[in-house]
Each structure stands twice: as C-alpha cells, then as structure tokens.
C-alpha cells in the first residue's frame, strides 16, 4: 500500500508542477499558482486527476483560456489518464494568495502593483504611495493610480 | 537636440520628470492621444455589439473586451496629459468636437456580426501589429510600459477574434457568404490602418518612437492574411493582388488613399454618426462622473 500511496503522491507532485507551469493569459512569467488561482488537486487511483481553480472574479473572460491551457499541461504528464477542471465558487479570491516571486514579477516586468485589503498601494517603481485615479482599470480586479513622485500610471491589482 | 538624439540613438529612454525638447514632446504627444482616442472609439463599438453578440459566453468576452479598451483610453489619456501639453477633459473636448484624430478604421460601421468577427480578425490584428512595433524600441518609457500591458491583452484579444473566425468559417453558408462580405468591406480599411508609406524625414522613426516603417509592417500583414483566408476559402477583394513567385510573397495591388484621407477629415462613412454618440454618450454618463467626484469631496472633507 505505501508504495502506491508514494506513487500517487509523487503523480499528484507531478501534476501540481504542470499546473504551476501554466501562465496567467495576461501576465506571461506569472503562473496561475503564483496568482492564487489553485485551490485542489486531487488524483485517484486510475490516474483521474481533478483540478479546482477560483478566479479573480466571476465573470473573468480568461477563464476559458486557463481551463484549456491547464487541462493540456495536466493531461500531459505521464501516468495521468483524465483531467476534470473546475472553477469552485469558494473560497474566493483575495490579493494576499499573490506569492511574493509573483508580485516581484507584476512589478517589475508589468508596472503592476499589489494592494491588500486595508493597506495602502505603492508605486510599482519607487515604492511611494499612488493616489488612486479609478477604482476600476481595464478589467474588474485591477483599480488605475498614479505615482506622483515618478509621474507614472500604476495599474493596481486588488481585491 | 543633437545631444538629446544621440542620447535617443543609444537606447536611451525618456522620462517625464527629465528634460524633454519641444518638438519631442509635441510627436509623443499626438501620437498617444490618437492611441487614447482610438481605444475610446474602438470601446464604444464594442458596446455597442453587447446585447447583440450570440450566446453568454461571447458575451461575456466583449463585455471584458469593451473594459479592457476604455480601461486603455483611460491609462493612455493620464500618460498624454503628463506630457503637459493639453488636459484629459481638453482631448475629450477635442475628439467629441470633431478637431482631433482616431483611427480610420472606427469611421466606418460595423452593420453585421460578420463585421464584428471581420475587426476582432482583421484590425485588431493591425492594430496589435502596430503597436508591437511601438514598443520594440518606444524611446518614452511611461508609454512603453503601458504599452506592454496593452499589447498582452491585444494578444488575448486576438486569440477570440481567431476562434469567432474559425467558428464563422466552418458554419453555414449564409454565414460564409456574410462573412465574405465582411472581409470585402473590412479588407482596405484595416490595410489602410497602417498608413501611406513612411516619408523619410518621418520624426517618430527617428525618435525612436516606432520601430518599422508603415509599409513594411503593412506587407507583413498582408503576407499573413492573404494565405490564411485564402485556406478557409474566402477571397481578398484586391483585384490587383499577385504572387510573386520569385520572391515568394504577395504583392498588393495599387492602394486608393483617399477613403483614409476622408477619415482624417473626419468625412468617413460614419465619421459623424460616430462622433455625436460619442458626444452623446460622455453628456448622458455625466451624473456618473459628478457622483465620483463628490464622493471623493466628502472622503477629503471626512
């Protein structure tokens, strides 16, 4: 039983790798584990695996894009004979499931800062504090700032 | 200005807080605002085809489509106004009055589904091209960096105009016939989008403000989508198209110019319709507007 308990183990490491190695649509170099979109994986014994995802919001047009590109990088790893990818309507998404590498990405690559709840947003260049311009950018979950030290247009990604 | 194009020739990059030479300023300038415009036009197009686009889940897409370009218009309007040359409520005041410019392509009207497909296919496509082009090289950082976010989501974009292409190519043949007429209709505005060949004192390619000349990026164009429309069995309404075997690529016929010419005259085929809803709409989301800013009076009153 231990050793196909360890296999199973290992096939279920082997999955959560290749879901890591999926790319947010928007943000290519930040992985959707890296977001904080990977909330379950499960693999059972015929080698089925069932991957649970949450979104930034509901209503995310990538939504379709990530289900494809995560159902093709999990149904490649070798021993996996199905995948079944669902989006769970809890827990939901907040900012501070963000790992530091992927904001450390956000920041430097995109201009793109993080802001979680009850703390102020700063610039993604300077670090000062940005005043906010919108509380709604080019999609739901990012809000428009400025950096007045740096004059420069930060896109804010929060809850 | 010599020392400061020498600077441009090494790869230097500009920021708002240096020193930045009039005529510089002026070129970044007009040519971001003509960006911020066409997203705002672009935007109110795609509204418009909300309540008409089939099935939920495209839905869903151009209602994130639309946000994504009045999220653009938004973002690029703050880079021009640092610029300090005109205010965001002075270009808004300008594009609604008809006295600044937005892309050809948004002087005509999208009648038909078929023309929706057409745009998300063809013109966002040059459109992605275009400022691909810009953000190899743009020698104005804020632009720069906005235009990386932009252009990741223009490819995401891009990826739902080829599946609405694919979906329409393999459907009925109403749908193949509307569709042709699209690309007949779509064709030469969305070639056209690139401009008339780059004259050689052009100040943006020698600013390093864009990478690659209108007409090379509009042969690249053509050279992609002259095959692959050809593949799903559609013409290309360029009766003087030629394959020139030698060199192993497409040649477009002779170009009329005058139909771009009449959009910078804001005298297109739709140019006036266009413009007054436009106006339209920025007077009717007024209240919206006005409910912000006295929220953020009471919170700095607070």
Sequence with gaps: MTVIADLRAGLTGMVAAAVAGVDDPEYPGVSIADLGLLEQIEVDMAGHARIGLIPTFSGCPALDVITTDVHAAVAAVTGVSSVEVTWLGSPSWSTNRITPRARKVLSNQFTVAVQDRNTPATCARCGNPTTEQSPFGPSRCRAVHRCNNCIEVIEVLRV | ?302
């Design chain 2, 1 to 302: 200005m010599e020392a400061f194009e020498d600077f441009l020739d090494h790869g230097g990059i500009v920021e708002p807080v240096d020193t930045i030479p009039d005529p510089y300023r002026e070129a970044v300038f007009r040519f971001i605002e003509l960006h911020a415009n066409s997203e705002l036009m672009g935007g109110l197009t795609e509204r418009d085809w909300i309540p008409r686009t089939p099935g939920l889940r495209h839905k869903i897409k151009i209602l994130a489509k639309t946000q994504d370009e009045i999220g653009h218009g938004h973002l690029l309007y703050m880079v021009a106004a640092d610029l300090g040359i005109k205010s965001r409520s002075e270009m808004l005041e300008d594009l609604f009055a008809g006295r600044s410019r937005f892309h050809n392509v948004f002087h005509y009207r999208a009648k038909t589904w078929g023309d929706q497909v057409a745009i998300a296919f063809l013109v966002d496509a040059a459109a992605l091209a275009s400022q691909q082009a810009v953000f190899k090289v743009c020698s104005y950082g804020p632009y720069r960096r906005i235009l990386k976010r932009i252009i990741t989501e223009e490819g995401f974009h891009m990826r739902f105009g080829e599946e609405r292409m694919l979906k329409i190519a393999e459907g009925t043949d109403f749908q193949r016939a509307m569709f042709q007429q699209s690309i007949d209709d779509w064709w030469w505005p969305s070639l056209q989008l690139f401009g008339p060949d780059s004259r050689p004192d052009d100040v943006l390619l020698r600013w390093h403000i864009k990478s690659e000349r209108n007409e090379v990026l509009r042969f690249q164009w053509v050279q992609k989508f002259v095959p692959l429309l050809h593949d799903y069995g559609f013409t290309v309404p360029d009766p003087g198209l030629t394959f020139d075997s030698e060199e192993g690529h497409w040649v477009s016929g002779p170009i009329d110019w005058m139909p771009l010419e009449q959009t910078l005259q804001q005298a297109g085929p739709d140019s006036a319709r266009r413009i007054g809803e436009a106006a339209a709409n920025w007077e009717k989301s007024q209240w919206v507007r006005d409910a912000l800013n006295r929220v953020a009076e009471l919170a700095d009153a607070a």
